[in-house]
């Protein structure tokens, strides 16, 4: 079994390594391998050299202290092989131990970069805890087991040494002859029959002989005087030799001092060590050393390290003079000294500091507020005043409407159910995700929901010709604009079908395959003999189009990668498969998730990584982190899940959807975590700057950063410190209604014009209330574009006047009549209806609350649908079908739907409805009448052909006259 892992882990290597040569990616493949052998082998011969001299040095006195009875069993040339054979598999232990463990931790020790910043209380370079004193602690944790193994060894070498050349404990008085066969040179005795076994009853055997006699009235244990240990004679006597039984107790004693003596150097080091801990305390009011930790618990470890130092001494002398009480005075003393400190500790928290905690507390608390803020990149947040007036003009409205026409009405979940069932053409194909960007649509800066179209591995036929040589990509993506709606309620889509069809002049794409994504976890072979699957088509299934791989990634098929990736993957078809020839390649690990941690699994990266479409061909970009829990006075984010008290958005990793290219990019250069993995991986990570602008165009400020900064700004935007300790100002992230449920708010996308600038630009956002109280106290805003990336504003609310927050917003919905009554309407005629997310629009100096409202029938395979939009501003709720209709109510005709220059907007009849509107309203009317009357719903079923009547009469007033007559009401 030995032989078979060692086997598969060296066709593991193997294969390893073609794939890192196929990206191009050699040296971090090798990084760690040279690490290891470069701080191994010298480590291991280092270890073993000085094992083996002290294994020399133990024999050494050992003979030189201790008369033997008998010549060793072996000779001395096979001692000596035991004591090398021994350092070499100490040194291989600790090796081991020590380089797989500490190899990337020592890296980081050399290559450190410089954080600028010290802490307050050691005046230290953050540098030392974020790289060094990790390391340093493994280290130290490392050495006690070293020193736990050396303890062992030697008690192993003293045993081989004891079964070689028994000791003369006991001095024999024979009356019968012993007869020997021969002698050493050195005046020992060789007995004929001497071997290991006997070494170690004679040993132990002549002294449990001698314990028998005292114990049995002179007769050995089993009768007759003979030990069952050893061959003695009857007939002989022994009396205890003290000079041997002390040499032997003075080796033992000079093995016991060394090892007391590294154990209080190392209890020493521990306390060293624990005094930056107090760093990351979490004592009272403040995360960090505070009052207590500085005056009381620093100084308590202080005195522990020089004690421990004295105990070492104490403990060496104490041995040595065999004074056992100088032995264990010090240890005494340190552990009344910890009791007492423990007790100094709480009685001088709760007896100074609670009384006076602000007092006491306030330079440590603002230790506490910086560094979190640092750790957490929040330090340099701009603070701009939001007047939030209801002052809004139809003129503001058309002076905004790039902010106003990229109003997301369409959510993801809907969106991605209406792709699977309309855009996956076929039952293999599917969208794992829907996600969010911004593109260029016929000349204006638009957000969209784009969606990869790929291959389901679990819905196709499990043959391995399927598997691997057939279905090997998906194809295309899906586009659509997040504020338009088809008439029936469902996204307006930009690019859709098979092959892509695009409506926009600006993407046009030519490379729509997918051989790398979300869903591929099977390996694949290409350019084989068997054409691979390619999209199918619109006519005859035997009519679907093949195609054969063009691009670059791969590993050839020689006969030797044959044989190891069919050892590998375990399949003899790869090494017997007719369809392979010597162009055929194997592509591997294509999962883009699995890929990126494969190659630097260092990094923490994002679980929503999202595909864009640039220069015709698609990518996908994953957003990777750089993270700590090291960063001293930094609060972790959240205690119970992770003790991650440091990030940073520092690196975009760019994967080629057709060839697999992978590319770690480094967007911040101010990032010293970020700078140290540039250092140790020189070929992997690329300055921002080469990255091409098509891609720069669609990087994001990560929801999930955003999302972590925010939770941590609700405490520590507060930087008086007399706030803070009071909390006076405590924030938490709004609430909405989503569904039909209340929860936390996330971070959403918007493209739109912020206050004060004067083009729209990619954000996302997030509202803040005050803690335990629903109105508006802030909005935080992180900025995308640009120089202005990573860029994060916080529009504060007026303290002096009051500001609707989300789930007040909600009430007001809750509270009117007229959308209380359709949603009770569509609950009644077997339909749900779902709230989606309500969207906080700064406009001007003045909010404006959008919330979309789907219908989904009941059936199964039913689709999600836009049915109405709420619109809320200065304490009026407008709903309406569309966006613009709510819009139109809120500011007058023609203020969502901009009259053409030179012309003047047209009131439509009976309000702001459009034809197209009323249309659409109709059929919904008449679809719920439908729903109404199947599930016998009298009430409602008059109600909506009352609302069919209306509608009609609104579209042709003049030829509906009559419909009074023919369309009976709820009355009749």
Known sequence: MVVAAGFGGLVNFATDYLWFKELGYTSVFFKQLITQLEIGIPSFLIIMVLTYFYLRVLKRGYYKRVDTVDAPAVSEKTLNRISLGLGAAFGVLVTITTVTGLWFQILKYFNSSSFGVKDPIFGLDVSFYIFRLEFITQ??????????????????????????????????????????????????????????????????????????????????????????????????????????????????????????????????????????????????????????????????????????????????????????????TVPIIMIILGAIGTGAAI????????????????????????????????????????????????????????????????????????????????????????????????????????????????????????????????????????????????????????????????????????????????????????????????????????????GDAGIKLSFLNRALFAIKEQSLKLLVSTNITNESRIIINRNIMERAQKIMPFLQYDADPYIVTVDGKLYWIIDAYTTSSYYPYSEPYDLMRSNMNYIRNSVKVVVDAYNGDTSYYLVNDEDPIAATYAKIYPKLFKNFEEMPESLKA??????????????????YHMNDVKVFYQGEDLWDISNEIFGTEEVQMTPNYYVMKLPGESDVEFINSIPYTPSGKRNMTGLLVARNDGPHYGQLVLYQMPKDSFVDGPMQIESQIDQSPEISKEFSLWNSSGSTYIRGNLFIIPIENSLVYVEPVYLEASNTGSLPEVKRVIVAYGGRIAYEPTLGAALDSLFGAGTGTPAAPGEEPQEQPGGAHTSDELIRLANEAFENATRAQQNGDWSSYGQYLNQLKDYLNQLMPQETNDLDQQIPTDEQ
């Open 347 to 550: 009685g001088v928290q709760n007896l100074v500091v609670s009384p006076d905690e602000i007092n006491k507390e306030s330079q440590y608390l603002q230790n506490n507020i910086t560094f979190t803020q640092y750790a957490y990149d929040l330090q340099g947040v701009t603070i701009k005043n939001f007047p939030a007036t209801n002052s809004l003009t139809k003129q503001d409205i058309a002076n905004n409407m790039g902010t106003i026409q990229n109003i997301r009405i369409n959510d993801y979940e809907p969106a991605k159910k209406f792709y699977n069932q309309t855009q996956s053409i076929r039952p293999y194909y599917s969208f794992d995700g829907v996600d969010v960007d911004r593109y260029m649509i016929n000349g204006e800066y638009t957000q969209t929901f784009l969606s990869a179209r790929e291959i389901d591995e679990t819905k196709i036929r499990q043959e391995w010709l399927n598997k691997h040589l057939k279905y090997t990509h998906g194809y295309g993506i899906t586009l659509s604009r997040v504020d338009k709606v088809t008439a029936s309620g469902q996204p307006d889509m930009l690019i859709d079908s098979i092959p892509p069809v695009s409506d926009v002049e600006e993407i046009d794409i030519t490379r729509p395959e997918i051989y790398f994504g979300e869903l591929t976890g099977n390996y694949i072979l290409v350019k084989t003999n068997e054409e691979e699957f390619d999209y199918p088509s619109r006519g005859e299934e035997e009519d679907n189009v093949y195609t054969t791989y063009q």
């Open 139 to 328: 280290l130290n944790q490392i050495a006690i087991g070293i020193v736990l193994a050396f303890a062992a060894l030697t008690l192993i070498y003293y045993f081989i040494l004891l079964s070689m050349r028994r000791p003369k404990i006991f001095d024999q008085q024979a009356n019968a002859q012993t007869n020997y066969s021969e002698y050493g040179e050195d005046g020992q005795s060789y007995r004929n029959n001497n071997n290991f076994g006997n070494a170690f009853n004679g040993l132990f055997g002549e002294a449990f002989g001698k314990f028998g006699q005292s114990f049995n009235g002179g007769q050995g244990f089993g009768g007759g005087g003979q030990s069952p240990f050893g061959n003695s004679s009857k007939n002989s006597s022994s009396k205890l030799n003290n000079e041997n039984l002390k040499e032997l107790l003075h080796i033992a004693s000079n093995q016991l001092t060394v090892l007391g003596v590294i154990f209080f150097l190392m209890v020493g080091a521990n306390f060293f060590l624990r005094q930056y801990d107090l760093l990351y305390s979490h004592t009272g009011v403040l995360y960090g050393a505070g009052f207590t930790d500085i005056n009381v618990t620093l100084w308590v470890y202080r005195a522990m390290i020089v004690l421990s130092i004295l105990a070492a001494i104490f403990f060496a002398l104490g041995i040595k003079r065999k004074k056992y009480k100088m032995v264990f």
């Open 698 to 715: 669609h990087i994001r400020y990560p929801n999930a950063m955003f999302n972590i900064q925010a939770n941590v700004y609700k405490r």
